[in-house]
């Protein structure tokens, strides 16, 4: 049997992975602390955390009890909520990226708020954070663009979209209904740093046609790429679904795969009536089609 208490003091342990921290945070005892987290290590029959070198790291079923964790504290205060007041205010929590809400998500977001009362916060994630965040019960949902499902994770495909290049409206390549790879000869473009999953296709898409370019500026988030382009310090590849600033026009990359938008969950996670409500939303709400100017 899990105790609460144990549970409550791996989450605060989790958040800070450091005792020290997390003892302060809970008001107890390093050695309590200690006590608490190996008891409920041995119930579970496995290590939570190992030491890499000076740091502690969560393991594998550390992280997936830490999700059950928060899931089991909100469960309860939403019993709490229900028996004391008669009714119980849920929360919902969503990941995505700043450019998923900007251009994706804003009405289904809106359609949420006006159906539902519960208390909704919004992160703000890279791919591999909305996932991360998803597997430690963080985020209940995420949106991101995926080439592929990550392992113990429900996926739902919103919307796929082109990959489109952005210039300024004057520009020679604006001429052209689609734009090729080769045509980006000697441009000045604006990226986003290395390791980056859009940054690594497209530097392959470049080299596989032997494309010589520079890197004007490297930068993260669509709105900030389209803002450079707009100062004209180069060109920028984004996805379709962008609302370009005055002055700047999109051309389809046609060599380049559209990308997919999908709404995630973990497997494992029980969702209550809001967050099914939230999902539902994301799937109605996002639109599917785009304007390319």
Known sequence: MLQSSWLEAFIAFAEHVNFTHAAKALHLSQPALHVQIQRLS????????????RRLQLTEAGIELLAHAREQRERSAEVLDRLRSGSAKGTVRLSAGSGAY???????????????????????????????????????????????????????????????LVMPRRHPLACKRSVRITDLAQQALILPP???????????????????????????????????????????????CCQLPRGLVARPLTELPAVAYYVLSREAATASPDVALLRRMLVEHTPRTFAIA
Request: hydrophobic share 45%; charged share 15%.
């Open 102 to 164: 900007l251009y994706l998500l804003g009405p289904a977001i809106r359609a949420f708020r006006r159906a539902s009362k519960a208390r909704l916060t919004l992160q703000q994630h890279d791919q591999s954070g909305t996932i991360a965040a998803l597997r430690s019960g963080s985020a209940q949902l995420g949106v991101a663009m995926l080439d592929e499902i990550p392992a113990g994770m429900h996926a739902q495909r919103l919307l796929r979209v082109p990959q489109v």
């Open 42 to 53: 041995e119930a579970v029959g496995v290590p939570l955390y190992i030491r890499q070198g």
């Open 194 to 240: 290395e390791g980056r999953p859009q940054r690594a296709a497209l530097s392959q898409a470049l080299m596989s046609k032997d494309v010589p370019h520079t890197v004007a500026v490297e930068a993260t988030g669509w709105h900030l790429v389209l803002h450079f382009v707009q100062l004209g310090l180069g060109l920028t590849v984004v996805n379709g």
